[in-house]
Each structure stands twice: as C-alpha cells, then as structure tokens.
C-alpha cells in the first residue's frame, strides 16, 4: 500500500497543473491517469491559447481569465507557447452589427484588439478571402498541450511529485464522512492498487461525473464533441478567427508546419467519443471556406475529435454553457475531504489549479503561497549546450528538442555525441534516437504512443508509417522495457493513426494511406496477408 496526502484524478493540463502546484508547496501527491499523460482533452483539440476575443460578449469574465492567463504562460511556460497573434475576421456572411459590441467587450475584459486595414492584413495573410470586409488583431497565441501537460508533469516530479499513468480508479475509500483513500488497477500489469490519504481531487475532465459516481456523488458535467481537421500545410501564420457568435468551424491555428481548422460541438453521453466522421470532416470544409476558399485543394493530414467537460449548473448545453471554472467541495454533500474542478479552458488550467491547491491546502492547514505564476516550468538550455547540439541535429532541430526536453536535453545531446551515427528517427519533427530511446526509459512510457506523446515523433506528414518502425527497431536494439511486443506496439501505433486517416480518404491522402499499408504489410505484415508456410 502506498500513503501520501493528496490523490489528484485526471492527468491533463489541470490535474497536472495541480500536482505541480501541490508539489512546489511541499504537499505530498501522487496523479493517477488512466491512459498516457494528456490522454484525453487536453491533446484533442486545436491547441488555441486564448486571448479571450471569443468568449468577451457572451462571458466577459471567461475572457479575462484568459488574457490574464495568457500572458501568464506565455512567461512561464514559453517553451510551449508559439507567439502567432491572431486576427477576428468578418466575412460578408457575418453580421456587421456585432463588430462595435464585441471590440466594447473586449476592452471591458482588458484585452487589445487593434483594427488592421484588410489590405495589409491580406498581405500578411494571402491565403484569406479577397471578400473580408474587417480584420482586428489580438493577442491570440498557439500551445502545444502535450508539451504542456509534461512539462508541469517533470516540475512536479522535482518537487517530489509523482504520476502513475496506465492506472484507472477503481474505487474512492472513505470512513466516517471522510476519505481515506482510493483503490486503482494497473492496466499494464492488471494488479490492483491501494493508496491511503486525506484528500482527492476530482480533474478528470470528461470522467469526472464517472469518477464522482465511485464515491457515490453526482456530478452533472455533460461531455461535448468537438471534431477538428489537421492540414499538411501551414497557409497561415497567425490565428484566424471569424468575427461572430462563436460557432462551428470558424478557428484556424497554425502549428509548426501544419495548420488545424476546428471545432464542432455536439453532445455525447461518451466521454471517449473520439472518433471523427467523414461528414463532419465535409461540413468543417464547407465552414472554412469563407476564410479561406482554396481549403479544399490543401491536403488534410488527419482528423481528430475529443470532448469537452462542460459544466453548467443553470442546464445550458454546448455552446450556450459557460467556459468558466467551477470547484466543488464535496463536504457540503457529507464527504470531507474530496473536491472536483469542472469546465473552463486549457488557456485556464494554472488558475484553475491555484484556485483548488489555495481551497485544499487551506483545508490542510498548508499556508504556502502559490508560485506557479512566476516560477518558469523550465529553467533556458545553456547557451554552451545549444551550440554542441547545433551540429547534432538538422536546421532548428536543437532548438525544438531543448523544449521538448527541458532539462533532460543535456542527456540526449551526449547520448548524440556517443552515437557517431547521430540518427534522426522522425524527419518531420526532428526526433532524434537519442530522444526515443531516453523518453522510452521514463517509468510512464509503455508504447510508441507514449513516445508519440512526448516528441511529437509520427505526427507529422507520413503519420508514422516510416519513423514508427525505425523507432521500434531502436528501441528493440536497446532492449527498452514496453509492455507490448514489437509488432503489436507497431499495430496499436498504426490503428491509432488509421482512425484519423480514415475520414478524409481521398486525393492524396488515400495515395498516402496505400503507401502506409504496402509498408506496414510488407515489413511486418500487420495486415495477415502473408500465411507461414508446412
């Protein structure tokens, strides 16, 4: 049995954000996630670190929050942060009507929104629509939630925190009115868990109705899907939104060399209802098009869907429901000792956690204060280690992998110079085999999907059909301890990539797709195509 103070629920950005908090406050606390670190929301979606422009008429203190937590991050979490700006858009299908009310609510939420002459904003931006009638700049920016969650994940762990991935609670002990601790299964090893301890917080985002029901609570968070579409181009370099009500389709991001188009939103009474449809790639097309009309001739790399935790104690659903935050002490209800946190937005995840970590450590008697707000995630790599990885890697490659690494970037630059072959594994995203090899050997790596999740290794344009089975071979030839075996880890890697595919399978696309299964097959022959011989 394993003791510690506080059991956090839920390993996206906010249960992270909270173990990070708890741990630089000298609180003892141990995460549990079901799947892989950022498992579920907070990688499934278009990676928008908001300004607050669209949320400032229909929930001004939404919007601030965000302005206020993005400049916060793009401080201390920069590493994660690519400073795009973004343009609010009106097209001759939106309502001019709305531009003077939504430029007074966002300077009622402090956020500065600049008018751009739509010539100079086409020159910027060539790809838009040579119809848009209005273009105002924000303080928008792009984040990579998968970087993000790990990099709260190893601050944490430098303060004693500590993850346990791969685990799903299967119980919430309590005696007497309050809890004692929580029961959890390994789903590697199948062997149960038992954690004691005074407190559990609730982050399970879109589980956290389930999570709520073990401890015989009832919580009304309603899961809403949203569909997004990847883009194997890069057509523009700021956020692009559209200047109306917030809707469908109506956010284009840029990311690395990629740009995604998003959301919908949906109700679903799934929380891993993660499966996009061809119709809801077509429909995304058809609603990108006012912003830009050339959409359909850009090849799409992917889709992915993931749901929402919205939460709204009035009943309003989807769009209608409020993005604030909203924390719940669950001693009100005859449990001390246990608290959920529900709805708000990733661009919100640190407050959202200093919020709880001040309700629970003054429950605890803790009076730390907060330091999330100042203290960087990640200490800069030496000026002196960027240079020797400089000859390491291809153009910029050093640059990307000191951010994903953070502090561990030393040890794989001199795994590199050790290594005369100094191997790039993934070209897309400049991953190196000195990267997977070491985040292969981190205790919360299982599979090629957690090293997906920490290096961005096969989301590029191939979608791994080339690096998935440099990487298993690397990884075999170091004897790294996965849980699956090679050709069942490629498999999963492959199906897990085919669910994206599958949508948009046209053009180029199913070309690509083609390619993907002659390679798989003939390697590995994952397709069962090739029978043993008497």
């Not at 531009?99 to 751009?116: F, K, N």
């Not at 919430?172 to 299964?185: K, L, M, P, S």
């Not at 999963?492 to 390619?515: D, H, I, N, S, Y």
Request: with cysteine.
């Amino acid at each position: 049995m394993k003791e510690t103070t506080v059991v956090i629920i839920g390993g996206g950005a906010t249960g992270a954000g909270i173990l990070r908090d708890l741990s630089m406050r000298g609180v003892r606390a141990i995460l549990l996630e079901q799947g892989g670190l950022a498992h579920g929301t907070s990688s499934r979606f278009h990676g928008l670190l908001h300004s607050g422009g669209r949320y400032a008429v229909g929930d001004n203190e939404a919007a601030r929050e965000c302005i206020e937590e993005n400049t916060i991050l793009r401080r201390v979490g920069r590493e994660c942060v690519e400073e795009t700006e973004g343009f609010f858009v009106l097209t001759p299908q939106d309502d001019p009507a709305y531009v003077d009310g939504w430029v007074e609510a966002c300077d009622r939420a402090g956020i500065r929104a600049e008018q751009v002459d739509v010539a100079e904003a086409r020159r910027l931006e060539p790809n838009l629509a040579p119809d848009i009638l209005a273009v105002y700049r924000v303080p928008d920016a792009c984040v990579d939630g998968f970087r993000l969650v790990w990099h709260n994940a190893c601050s944490a762990r430098r303060y004693g925190g500590e993850l346990l991935t791969y685990h799903r609670v299967t119980g919430i002990e309590q005696q007497g009115g309050r809890i004692r601790g929580v029961t959890a299964r390994n789903m590697i090893s199948g062997e149960d868990v038992r954690i004691a301890c005074d407190v559990v917080i609730n982050a399970a985002g879109s589980w956290a109705g389930q999570v709520a029901q073990l401890a015989g609570l009832d919580v009304r968070v309603s899961p809403d899907r949203g569909t997004l579409i990847a883009f194997n181009h890069r057509f523009t370099s700021r956020v692009i939104n559209r200047l109306h009500k917030s809707s469908d389709g109506d956010i284009f991001v840029p990311h690395g060399s990629i740009t995604i188009l998003g959301t919908t939103s949906s109700a679903t009474d799934r929380p891993d209802s993660t499966t996009p449809t061809s119709a809801e790639v077509l429909r995304l097309l058809e609603l990108g098009r006012p912003l830009f009309p050339h959409i359909g001739s850009y090849r799409i790399l992917r889709a992915f869907a993931g749901t929402r935790p919205l939460y709204d104690a009035g009943g309003a659903g989807g769009r209608s429901a409020s993005r604030g935050f909203h924390i719940v002490d669950h001693e009100e209800e005859g449990l001390a000792g246990m608290a959920s946190i529900f709805g708000g937005k990733l661009t919100t995840y640190r407050l959202m956690a200093e919020k709880l970590c001040d309700h629970v450590c003054a429950r605890l008697g803790v009076s730390a204060p907060c330091r999330t707000a100042e203290e960087p995630m990640l200490e800069p790599a030496p000026a002196g280690l960027l240079k020797r990885a400089a000859g390491l890697f291809p153009m910029q490659g050093a640059e990307l992998a000191a951010h994903r690494l953070g502090a561990s970037f030393g040890k794989v630059v001199e795994m590199m110079e050790e290594d005369r072959e100094r191997q790039i594994i993934c070209e897309c995203e400049m991953v190196s085999r000195a990267e997977i090899e070491f985040v292969a050997g981190d205790p919360a790596t299982h599979s090629l999907h957690d090293v997906r999740l920490r290096t961005r290794m096969g989301m590029g344009t191939c979608q791994g059909t080339f690096c998935s089975l440099r990487a298993i071979g690397a990884l075999e030839e170091c004897a790294a301890h996965l849980a699956l075996s090679p050709t069942e880890d490629v498999r999963q890697f492959a199906q897990e990539r085919w669910k994206g595919l599958r949508p948009a399978l046209w053009g180029t696309q199913a070309r690509e797709v083609m390619l993907s299964r002659a390679v798989y097959a003939a390697t590995m022959n994952l397709d069962g195509a090739i029978h043993e011989q008497d």
